[in-house]
């Protein structure tokens, strides 16, 4: 697993960041005290961020301790290069994404399956409906309370490594060499994914939205 700080430039640091590395220190030396108040500081945002990656609760639960195992693990690695959020967020991450990749998924469909056709003339096979508010994320879709939970049942249903490209880029906003390195892969494969992937919900989704369209109009 790679941990190591976002940024390569080191710049001044301000009492905040002199805090998170004496708090990081601390924790380094087994202070338990320290890990509580990390947890009490930072924990709230580390489980927000779980909670993007699986719709289960006990799912987020465990990827959150696995998360809090690394912190304690490599706390001695933490040079503050980056803030100490940054970091927690990158570990939190890290962990749910080895968690997707442990998760037999019985509920994913082929990804071809789900991907547009053309003819001959290059057009599509099936017509494809416009959306109202729609820019092709899933980001924009989710923002409505409403159909969240059916988002994310949809973005389940994707393979695991269109899955997680897409949590990464378009709900994490990871950009695309940092998506490309917690992936081990190149950033011309994360773009591809991404797109497929975009694509792929986009039809997982259809049946929904063009039905509420079709009701409006």
């Known amino acids: 697993m790679n941990l190591s700080n976002h940024s390569t430039m080191t710049s001044p640091q ?28 930072h924990g709230g945002p580390m489980m927000s961020v779980a909670s993007r990656f699986f719709r289960s609760e006990q799912d987020t639960a465990d990827a959150m301790q696995d998360a809090l195992i690394c912190v304690f693990r490599y706390a ?13 967020h990158r570990i939190t991450v890290n962990a749910c994404l080895m968690k997707l990749r442990s998760q037999r998924r019985r509920q994913e469909v082929e990804i071809d399956d789900l991907l547009p056709t053309f003819d001959e003339t290059g057009h599509h096979t099936h017509g494809v409906a416009a959306w109202r508010d729609d820019d092709g994320s899933p980001a924009t879709i989710a923002e409505r309370a409403e ?64 039905r509420e369209e079709m009701m409006i109009a």
């Open 76 to 88: 001695s690695g933490f040079e503050a290069k980056s803030k100490l959020s940054t970091w927690l």
């Open 14 to 41: 301000t009492p905040n960041d002199a805090n998170d590395a004496a708090l990081m220190d601390l924790i380094a030396t087994d202070d338990e005290a320290a890990f509580e108040r990390l947890v009490t500081q």
């Open 147 to 210: 159909t969240r939970d059916h988002v994310r049942a949809c973005i389940d249903q994707l393979p695991e490594s269109y899955r997680s490209v897409l949590v990464l880029r378009d709900i994490e906003q990871v950009d695309t060499e940092e998506a490309a390195q917690m992936l081990n892969c190149s950033t011309a494969c994360v773009k591809t994914r991404l797109h497929r992937a975009r694509q792929a919900l986009r039809t997982l989704l259809a049946p929904r939205f063009e």
